[in-house]
């Protein structure tokens, strides 16, 4: 508690941890590349934020504790001119390529150098002539371009505070300095489990989202091709913002409308099939639970969770539940029983479409247990939040009036249980109030479970299934999944199920999302969004979908059935020959 | 990094150096100081192994460190660690003539440190204190004191009768 006075103005601290947070929270602001309010570490690398602190002279204001009686100045000559030079350098530096950047217009050294009116002559004074770097595009999720980085550690922070792995780390020393993975290795052959929380927190274009829009795009404009679209539960509640809208506006019916207009022939929504994820995995729980099976069991949506598991701990992997994710379960819907029911859309000509908050998925969608045997993948384009948004802005579709448009039958129907996989605690909710109501067969009234809600790290709940006690825990982040295996091998772990989402918050905060990395309040709103969905859906429990009861009717006979198993289940393997040349095993 | 000398590595003996470091990660140095005295270098599979199994580390923050320090080889070294003086003192009193001896008597192939054969490695450091003595040569600690081409290679042709 204490004052300070910034550029004249009275302002009062609490607890804030630095200078900086004082500074933004009174309506000031100063400019940042390193500096990430979910990061912990205030790395002051970038030196952006400095101010002139009276009888102190310069400092950088995020790695300075508020004092009392401090008198502060953001903008003074001396602080611009640092602030100046700091960018001319770092272009000097940069590969200046900003035109044909996949960040170009959300890039904050781009953003930066044009407030402060860097010219090209002021940079070229430093510039030496320098042999670019290779560019690494080695994975299906992320790009690395070492060319762009301005050595900020913002990812390196990231891959080690929320997911505990330290795939990126700086190597060599000096002006040799670069951010890269183990050994030299390229993304494809590290550690990298794709959650994208490092190009997530990027300020430039050395870690971006792969993109594959280019290929959508042909495929779109193929006369021959038809060509299916499914989307996630997070993708609704953050593309608006691409847009000017608020976080958590529900754009579900608007997405359509645009998808279609983009020349999509099919909009089916993997809510949809994430209510198909509840069937299948509720039952496999409810199996588990009776018949002594390995437990606690772990959910399977989240593609960086599984692979971390067949990375990392490859001997954990039979507590994975058995079902597909709700992308690859659509995946297989679609090719299977569309041509059914479209007629003009052949096993040929189809063409399958997902667009995910997340970049894992990308790498998920090519996993070699959903290869066909003709050698193509069951879904053939991963698109990111951010590449969908880039498209229909191309495609001149006004977005934001566009009339809605309700998805397309027989998969297109979804229940509140579904949108809220979207959000950590979402997956563990929606399994509850289908398993109350299969094990007690009573009517669940409430469906609402308050703490498994909000996007905070670890919650742990226990249900009472009339007399049938279970135990939940929910984690999101890779480093508290970490913990949980931990519990788990030494015996400690009292819980029958464990949800993780390695994003933090949940999907909802994906690595595909829109850029939201200085605004800590934007998953909060994101989540509620869904909640609000969930809560003015017709229906809210994945069992009472009449699609999804009509697949099963129709198709599939019963959850877990045999051809359930072959449609929307999968395998798991130890992939650590992908990435340790060898460990000692 | 060269592939075709791939060492095995004995994880038993990083196990064993692991524990005498007590497994914390602000013991770093001093493991990588004792792979490198084992190996001459630091094999890839042995920074992954410290990287996995040390809590807060991985084996991108290994390889950080490895690579922050001159100390640290990432390429096998040969038996005999050749050190020349390069200082403002050796220098000025002629260790270039002296380098260019080594390059030749060893037959050391441009751009690489290591000889073929796996028996030298040269490097050039920039002080070794001794500026008394300059120009100076270590020799796998043994120091060597106002070198000239001519007496490094009588140095040099006795290791390496040694070592036929």
């Given amino acids: 508690m204490g004052k300070m006075i910034i550029n004249g103005k009275e302002c009062e601290f609490t607890n804030e941890r630095n200078v900086l947070e004082v500074i933004r929270k009174n309506g000031f602001n100063v400019p940042t590349f390193c500096y990430r309010p979910d990061l912990t570490k205030d790395f002051g690398a970038c030196r952006m934020c400095v101010v002139e602190i009276d009888g102190r002279m310069i400092q950088a204001s995020c790695t300075t504790p508020p004092a009392e009686g401090m008198v502060i100045k953001t903008n003074t000559e001396k602080v611009r001119s640092i602030r100046k030079t700091i960018l001319e350098l770092l272009l000097a530096n940069h590969d200046r390529e900003c035109t044909t950047c996949d960040k170009s217009g959300n890039c904050e050294l781009q953003k930066y150098s044009e407030e402060y009116g860097i010219k090209d002559a002021d940079v070229k004074k430093f510039s030496q002539k320098k042999e670019l770097l290779p560019i690494d595009d080695s994975a299906y999720t992320l790009v690395r371009d070492n060319n762009k980085c301005i050595l900020c550690g913002a990812c390196v922070r990231a891959c080690d505070e929320h997911q505990g792995l330290g795939v990126l780390a700086f190597t060599n020393r000096g002006s040799r300095t670069v951010v890269q993975p183990m050994v030299g290795k390229d993304l494809a052959h590290s550690e990298c489990i794709g959650c994208g929380q490092c190009a997530a927190v990027c300020p430039t274009g050395a870690l971006t989202v792969k993109s594959y829009t280019e290929q959508v795009w042909e495929e779109l404009m193929n006369p021959e091709k038809k060509v299916v679209v499914q989307f996630a539960p997070a993708v609704r509640v953050a593309l608006g913002e691409m847009f000017g809208l608020e976080a958590g506006e529900n754009m579900t019916e608007k997405l359509n409308a645009a998808l279609r207009a983009l020349g999509f022939d099919l909009v089916f929504d993997t809510n949809f099939s994430a209510d198909l994820t509840i069937m299948e995995e509720g039952y496999e729980f409810i199996d588990r639970l009776n018949n002594g099976g390995k437990l606690p069991l772990f959910t399977s949506c989240c593609p960086g969770w599984v692979k971390f598991l067949e990375l990392k701990h490859p001997d954990m992997v039979d507590h994975l539940s058995s079902c597909r994710s709700p992308q690859a379960m659509m995946g297989s819907i679609i090719r299977e029983y569309i041509p059914q029911y479209y007629p003009e859309v052949t096993k040929e000509n189809l063409v399958s479409v997902s667009i995910m908050p997340c970049t894992g998925k990308k790498a998920e969608a090519k996993r070699d247990e959903f290869k066909m045997a003709n050698g193509g993948y069951e879904i053939d384009y991963v698109l990111t939040t951010q590449e969908i948004a880039r498209m229909i802005k191309a495609a001149g579709i006004d977005l934001k009036n566009i009339k809605g448009e309700k998805a397309d039958s027989p998969f297109g129907k979804y229940t509140g249980a579904a949108t809220i996989f979207g959000v950590s605690g979402g997956v563990a909710e929606a399994a509850a109030r289908t398993a109350y109501e299969v094990v007690t067969g009573e009517e669940l009234k409430d469906v609402v479970i308050n703490d498994m809600r909000g996007t905070h790290r670890v919650k742990t709940v226990e249900l009472d299934l009339k007399g049938t006690k279970v135990k939940v825990k929910i984690v999101n982040t890779i480093a508290e999944a970490e913990k949980c295996i931990r519990e788990i091998k030494e015996g400690k772990a009292d819980y029958q199920l464990l949800e993780v989402m390695a994003c933090p918050g949940g999907c909802i905060n994906g690595g595909g999302q829109p850029i939201s990395c200085n605004d800590s309040t934007i998953k909060e709103k994101r989540a509620q969004g869904l909640y609000q969905d969930d809560a003015q859906g017709e229906y809210r429990k994945s069992h009472k979908n009449p699609d999804v009861q009509e697949l099963y009717k129709k198709h599939l006979e019963k959850p877990n059935s045999h051809k359930a198993h072959e449609l929307l289940h999968t395998t798991y393997t130890n992939r650590r020959k992908d990435c340790y040349i060898s460990a000692g095993e | ?164």
């Avoid at chain 2, 460190?65 to 005999?80: D, M, N, R």
């Fill in chain 2, 1 to 164: 990094m060269d592939k075709t000398i791939t060492s095995e590595v004995d994880f038993k003996a990083i196990d064993e150096i692991l524990k005498s470091c007590d497994y914390k990660k602000s013991h770093l140095i001093a493991m990588l100081q004792k792979v490198q005295a084992i190996y001459r270098y630091l094999p890839e599979e042995a920074m992954t192994y410290i990287g996995e199994k040390v809590d807060g580390l991985s084996p991108a923050t290994v390889f950080g460190v490895a690579t922050f320090y001159a100390q640290f080889s990432l390429e096998p070294k040969g038996k005999y660690e050749i050190k020349v003086c390069d200082g403002t003192a050796c220098h000025v009193r002629g260790s270039l003539p002296v380098l260019n001896a080594i390059k030749e008597k060893i037959k050391l192939e441009d751009g690489k440190f290591t000889t073929k054969d796996g028996l030298f490695t040269l490097e050039i450091v920039s002080c070794l204190g001794a500026c008394g003595l300059a120009p100076v040569v270590v020799i796998n600690e043994k120091v060597y004191p106002q070198m000239t081409p001519d007496a490094i290679s009588v140095i040099l042709d006795t290791l390496m009768k040694e070592e036929q």
